[in-house]
T-cell receptor
Framework: DTGVSQNPRHKITKRGQNVTFRCDPI?????LYWYRQTLGQGPEFLTY????????KSRLLSDRFSAERPKGSFSTLEIQRTEQGDSAMYLC????????????FGPGTRLTVL | GQNIDQPTEMTATEGAIVQINCTYQ??????LFWYQQHAGEAPTFLSY????GLEEKGRFSSFLSRSKGYSYLLLKELQMKDSASYLC???????????FGGGTRLMVKP
């Protein structure tokens, strides 16, 4: 396992469609985070999981956004009824709960909503 | 809430030293991180400070003053490949998420 992976790397969709992104964290990491990053800005926290439990979801941008991590391994982020303002880079990160503090980021999924 | 400020852009010369400042206001503090991000790539971890003082790691050093809500990242012997955005991020003690500043875009010129 060489790092955090995300799929797809790029997604182009039409306004109103639903999209789902996948994140596979580093295998021994039990914490997983989703961030959104727009051009020229730093990443913005969305939600995070410890194992399969979603411990913080109040920062999700609207009720159109949801995330799951059903078995405590990979996670999905879904955006329903996409809007042009959802166009951004969606980053996933993972970290270890046991003494580790660094969050390792994946390459991101770039979403373009037409 | 949390507020993090850092300069938007900086320019420096190859071989020189540059200091990127970050100030923060937070309702709870549990560490400050610096990440490097090249265009179109993921952020990569550079340093972590939780206690006051200087942490040195090769050409990169990071300083923290909790009483002043201030940190800086010092890059020595600049190389062209150091051209990137540098992100300051604060971890609160209320959760595990990072709150990022807007990033400082550093351009290293020959």
């Amino acid at each position: 396992d060489t790092g955090v992976s995300q799929n797809p790397r790029h997604k182009i969709t039409k306004r109103g469609q639903n999209v789902t992104f996948r994140c596979d964290p580093i295998s021994e990491h039990n914490r997983l985070y989703w961030y959104r990053q727009t051009l020229g800005q730093g990443p913005e926290f969305l939600t995070y999981f410890q194992n399969e439990a979603q411990l913080e979801k109040s920062r999700l941008l609207s009720d159109r956004f949801s995330a799951e991590r059903p078995k405590g391994s990979f996670s999905t982020l879904e955006i329903q009824r996409t809007e042009q303002g959802d166009s951004a880079m969606y980053l996933c990160a993972s970290s270890s709960m046991d003494g580790g503090y660094e969050q390792f980021f994946g390459p991101g999924t770039r979403l373009t909503v037409l | 809430g949390q507020n993090i400020d850092q300069p938007t852009e900086m320019t420096a010369t190859e071989g020189a030293i540059v200091q990127i400042n970050c100030t923060y206001q937070t309702s709870g503090f549990n560490g400050l991180f610096w990440y490097q991000q090249h265009a179109g790539e993921a952020p990569t971890f550079l340093s972590y400070n939780v206690l006051d003082g200087l942490e040195e790691k090769g050409r990169f050093s990071s300083f923290l003053s909790r009483s002043k809500g201030y940190s800086y990242l010092l890059l020595k012997e600049l190389q062209m490949k150091d051209s990137a955005s540098y992100l300051c991020a604060v971890k609160s003690n209320a959760g595990n998420m990072l709150t990022f500043g807007g990033g400082t875009r550093l351009m290293v010129k020959p």
